[in-house]
């Protein structure tokens, strides 16, 4: 095959630093954009993304010549540098170090979107640690319960 095709699509979930709630409403719409114009340049396409007050979710196809690795840094590395320029308040801004990475597959866009959207309602009765376990558990991914967290 003369062509390399991939379609991988990505639901992307990180948190600020110690989950601290950070991202006033302010600031969200425009991290949100951003980060979209991050990943553009990393030819990594965003279907759907949304802030909340401590984390992000992002769904995109990643780059076919891009390592997740290297996006997710670069996604975080810029959008970091991004919100420390919006005032005071963010001047000692850090995302974790982590991040949850999550394949779907295309008939899933459609759940991943509404469930992105609605951030808001949901953490209204659900915290990001309990929301992140269990994506974990959904995708079953072993982890320590002890080293997610920093």
């Known amino acids: 095959m003369p062509q390399s095709l991939a379609k991988n699509l990505i639901h992307l979930v990180f948190s600020t630093k110690n989950r ?9 719409s425009p991290l949100c954009l951003y980060a979209s114009a991050v990943l553009r340049d990393l030819d990594s396409h965003v279907l759907v993304i949304n802030a909340w007050r401590n984390h992000m979710h992002i769904l995109f196809a990643l780059s076919k010549n891009h390592s997740l690795a290297r996006v997710v840094m670069e996604v975080k590395r810029a959008t970091s540098k991004w919100i420390k320029t919006q005032g005071k308040h963010y001047k000692g801004f850090h995302w974790q170090s982590g991040y949850g990475a999550f394949s779907i597959g295309q008939s899933g866009v459609d759940e991943v979107t509404a469930y992105i959207a609605i951030q808001a309602e949901l953490h209204r009765v659900k915290s990001f640690e309990e929301e992140f376990r269990s994506f974990l558990k959904r995708y079953q991914v072993e982890f320590d319960e002890r080293f997610v967290w920093d």
Not at 20 to 28: F, T
């Open 20 to 28: 601290e709630p950070v991202l006033m409403e302010p600031v969200r």
